[in-house]
């Protein structure tokens, strides 16, 4: 039986919204800024995955797939990346970002970087929240999450463009 993902979508907190909470206003970089300062420490960090890894000009010509899922499980190589990290996440819907903690823990964090929870949704349901319909290929996502064996200390963090809205994976409690 496949497990059951929830999926947290979260937005980031708007101009007047940080001006009525008394907290000053993030902008798309600082708001990663923090969150890859957060992941990148060791023990935050268990692994990064491109959804869909950049193929050879040759491959696309004789029309084979992409690799679905390229995982990068050394925290030294991703903090040698850090600046392409933060260009996908600018970008959005490219990498998976796999946190040793649990997804109370990890909405916590983001809560205190001036995000909010928006909705909560199984993952496939197709409702609000719901991250396969921004994939083209919703398959090699899916492909990918099964792949990743997260326990329930551990969540998958997603953004969307410009960080606004980050989505949390995370196994669905019993």
Not at 40 to 65: D, H, K, T
Request: charged share 25%; net charge negative.
């Amino acid at each position: 039986m496949a497990r059951r993902l929830l999926v947290i979508e979260l937005d980031a907190l708007g101009f007047l919204q940080a001006e009525r909470a008394g907290t000053s206003y993030l902008e798309e970089g600082d708001y990663i800024s923090r969150f890859l300062e957060f992941v990148l420490q060791e023990q935050n960090f268990r692994e990064l995955v491109w959804v869909e890894a950049s193929q050879p000009w040759w491959s696309i010509l004789l029309g084979r797939g992409g690799t679905p899922c390229r995982i990068e499980r050394s925290l030294e190589a991703a903090r040698r990346s850090r600046d392409d990290l933060g260009r996908a996440c600018m970008k959005g819907w490219q990498l998976l970002f796999v946190v040793n903690k649990a997804l109370l823990e990890t909405t916590e964090f983001l809560a205190t970087a001036q995000y909010r929870v928006v909705t909560k949704t199984d993952l496939g349901s197709g409702k609000a929240g719901d991250i396969l319909p921004h994939f083209p290929t919703r398959s090699r996502v899916t492909e990918c999450l099964q792949s990743l064996q997260v326990d329930s200390n551990q969540t998958v963090v997603l953004f969307a463009h410009d960080a606004d809205p980050v989505f949390l994976i995370a196994q669905q409690e019993s």
